[in-house]
């Protein structure tokens, strides 16, 4: 292993569809992440069910946390840039049936290992690149890269998280309100809200009626 600790990013940087290491990475508003393709195709098949509602509905794999409508998702950069790094990072195990290189490993524009990060284009570069395109860049460690874009995305994911929980919370909070406003109105003690109400159903009601007579009596 290339560094400690690279186990546990691996399975953080896993796809749960495919359970390989993400390629093209979105994250979802429940804060799961997922490869771009995987969770089109999941999406692709619910869009397909017939449900009795005729209604569609989208799903997290991960967590079943139900969605009206198909999410736009755009690419999580620094989940992108971490499997990069990670990819970078690895030492290339001799491995008898893998013939083919994995996807990522090599520079794209010269075919070598990427063993430094050029922080002005944001991606991992090979030998050939810190003498050429990336000669006047500022570049780093893979390895510090990977320490500084980890802390970036744990601290994503968390307030992520946290933004749904106070939308669940924000959510709750009004389902509490519509059910105390009905129950106040279907309250026959005469108080000031379900006055008011009635009111304003009789303002909105009345008119109509007389309308309705109007044109009866004519
Ligand atoms: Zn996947
Ligand atoms: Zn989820
Ligand atoms: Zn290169
Ligand atoms: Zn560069």
Known sequence: MAFAGSQKLEEKLCCCICLEIFSTPVTMPCGHSFCEKCINSHWDKEGEEERPSGQKVYTCPECRKTFPERLKLNKTVQLDTLVDLLRAGEVPAPREEKTTPVKGKECPRHGRPLVLYCRTEKRVICSECTVKECQDHKKVLVE???????????????????????????????EQQISSVKVEFMDPTPNKTSAFCRNSLFSIHFPLVERTVKIHSC
Request: charged share 60%; proline share 0%.
């Open 144 to 174: 510090d890269e990977r320490k500084k874009q980890e802390e970036l995305v744990k601290e994503t994911l968390r307030k992520t998280q946290k933004e749904a929980e106070r939308l669940k919370e924000e959510t709750q909070k009004m």
